[in-house]
């Protein structure tokens, strides 16, 4: 099969393609999604099979406007209309309770819950009115990569396997969504992302959980995708604290490893040598943005021994950053006597 790269101008063929019943990745403010008529089980399937992603893990249902949800949303949650007000279009998927057989078991795992997001992308929010359904997106990479943030990611992962690549350039944000259980009582973070516990607190005014398995490590997610291994590289990632990157340099040397640095300009400046992917700026933001980029283009040149990447706080967007970072490190950080 042929993959077409689209346009932005080129929207009604892609359309065209996912009304058919084919695969489009399309772009969101995260990264991009594999996208397919949310209503069509075979084509759903064709999902999981292309990215070799395992079928009890569900997938979120992009719609263009909270109205779209009606159809398949049971039961809301009281503080729901605050919250889509105020997040969406943007980086929060939220999980209701849903009307029996509303939606196939291939896009809900078979759970009587569903998630739902409006992406912050007007090309794509277009692509799902012209499509006339929502999409499915998970994201659009083989099981196990890092999460793609640009259509030449994609195109890297997916070509000749899916139709067509609706291209607008790199995320914003770059990595997945916040998701929010709004199944229960009590609002509660599957996922960490964009949008953090404080901010949603802020504008609900009243407590947000975390999920158990973000608190502890050794208890068992509520998502089903979380319990996942998701990107560990080739190349061994370990994770060095603000403090110790003299040390990991000096011990990279004596050991004779090449070392592939994943680090902001404050650090990679003082480090010349190694092949380095440097973030735009200091920020947690540019960070973010670069990760799955950055331990792609590393990973890929197979010039390092090991990556070395900058750690951030575990707070607000930290959170979400080093919950990705930590799953491709295999929880591993530098320690200076081993
Ligand atoms: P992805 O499509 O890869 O961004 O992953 C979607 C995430 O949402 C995964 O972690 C899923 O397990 C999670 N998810 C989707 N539907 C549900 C649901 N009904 N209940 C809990 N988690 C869900
Ligand atoms: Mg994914």
């Known amino acids: 099969m042929e993959t077409k790269i689209f346009q932005i101008e080129e929207l009604d ?5 996912l009304k058919r019943g084919e695969l489009v990745a399309f772009p969101t403010e995260t990264v991009y ?15 999981f099979q292309v990215k070799g992603r395992p079928s009890d893990n569900p997938l979120i249902v992009h719609v263009a406007d909270f109205k779209m949800t009606e159809h398949f949303v049971d039961k809301y949650h009281p503080l729901t209309e605050k919250i889509v007000q105020h997040f969406w279009p943007g980086p929060l998927t939220l999980i209701f309770p849903i009307k029996k057989n509303s939606l ?19 090309k794509t929010l277009e692509l799902i009115k012209k499509t006339g359904a929502p999409l499915v997106g998970p994201s659009a990479n083989t099981s196990g990569k890092p999460s793609p943030t640009t ?23 770059g990595v997945e969504s916040t998701v929010l259980d709004l199944s229960g009582s009590i609002p509660i973070i599957l996922r960490p992302g964009a949008v953090t516990k404080k901010q949603l607190e802020e504008v609900l005014q009243t407590e947000v959980l975390l999920d158990k398995h973000l608190v502890k490590e050794s208890e068992t997610p509520k998502s089903p995708g979380m319990k996942y291994k998701h990107y560990s590289p080739d190349t061994p990632v370990v994770m060095v604290r603000d403090n110790d990157w003299e040390s990991a340099i000096q011990w990279a040397e004596q050991n004779q490893k090449a070392v592939g640095l994943l680090v902001g300009p404050m650090i ?40 070395l990447t900058q750690i951030f706080e575990e707070n607000e967007l930290g959170a979400a950053y080093m919950n ?5 490190a295999g929880q591993k950080y530098f320690e200076k006597n081993s």
Request: no cysteine; aromatic share 6%; proline share 3%.
């Open 33 to 47: 999604g594999l996208g397919a008529d949310a209503l069509l089980p075979e084509s759903v399937k064709q999902v």
């Open 13 to 17: 063929d892609a359309a065209e393609l």
């Open 324 to 328: 990705r970072l930590k799953k491709a």
């Open 268 to 307: 990679g400046n003082k480090f010349q040598s190694a092949d380095r992917y440097i973030f735009q700026d200091d920020t947690v933001e540019a960070a973010t943005r670069g990760l799955y980029s950055g331990l792609r283009a590393l990973d890929e040149a197979d010039h390092s021994d090991v990556i």
């Open 151 to 173: 259509a030449e990611h994609v195109y890297h992962d997916l070509k000749g396997k899916i139709a067509g690549i609706l291209d607008d350039g790199a995320t914003q944000i």
């Open 104 to 122: 196939s078991p291939v896009v809900t795992g078979g759970l009587s819950t569903a998630a739902f997001r409006m992406p912050d992308n007007k």
